[in-house]
């Protein structure tokens, strides 16, 4: 089984709650059991955590690096705001899937840019829960 570390940020843990007309209506621990379900059927081993602080993200960011594990991360607003974030994710020498439940870009303006996306191997936005899934997809053929 490949590991697979999935990093998700701040507010995430109120997915389901939280302006669902943009986030939709999946909770958290959803996508994490829908993850869960898919790399058992794909052969990763998913470790799915989410943190409200930088540091946790970036201790975790490092720990795969150690490790060589593959991350895909939703940095939430993090993606827009944080140089700590993108140089522990310089660091990764596996593959790293940036993910978003919505599409930044069609968003407001200081969405539009995401520290992040300029060290991942690419980045999958605005399929709601499916992007998690999409992710897992497109790492089983990395
Ligand atoms: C998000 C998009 C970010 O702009 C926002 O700050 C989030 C969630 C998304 O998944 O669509 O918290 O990363």
């Known amino acids: 089984m490949r590991k697979v570390l999935i990093l998700n940020g701040p507010n995430l843990n109120k997915l389901g709650e939280r302006e669902p007309e943009v986030y939709g209506s999946t909770s958290l621990a959803d996508i994490e059991a829908m993850c869960t379900a898919y790399g058992n ?3 990763f081993q998913v470790d799915f955590r989410q943190s409200n602080d930088e540091v946790d993200l970036i201790n975790w960011l490092q720990e795969a690096a150690s490790s060589g594990t593959s991350v895909i991360i ?3 607003a993090y993606t827009h705001t944080s140089v700590a974030i993108r140089d522990a994710a310089s660091m990764l020498t596996a593959p790293l ?3 978003h439940l919505s599409n930044p870009l069609s968003r407001e303006e200081f969405r539009h840019t995401s520290l992040v996306s300029g060290v991942a191997t ?3 936005a605005g399929f709601g829960a499916q992007s998690y899934l999409l992710a897992l997809a497109a790492l089983s053929n990395l």
Do not use: L, S
Request: proline share 8%; net charge negative.
């Open 122 to 124: 690419g980045t999958i």
């Open 97 to 99: 899937i940036e993910v």
């Open 74 to 76: 939703n940095p939430a």
């Open 41 to 43: 059927e794909n052969g």
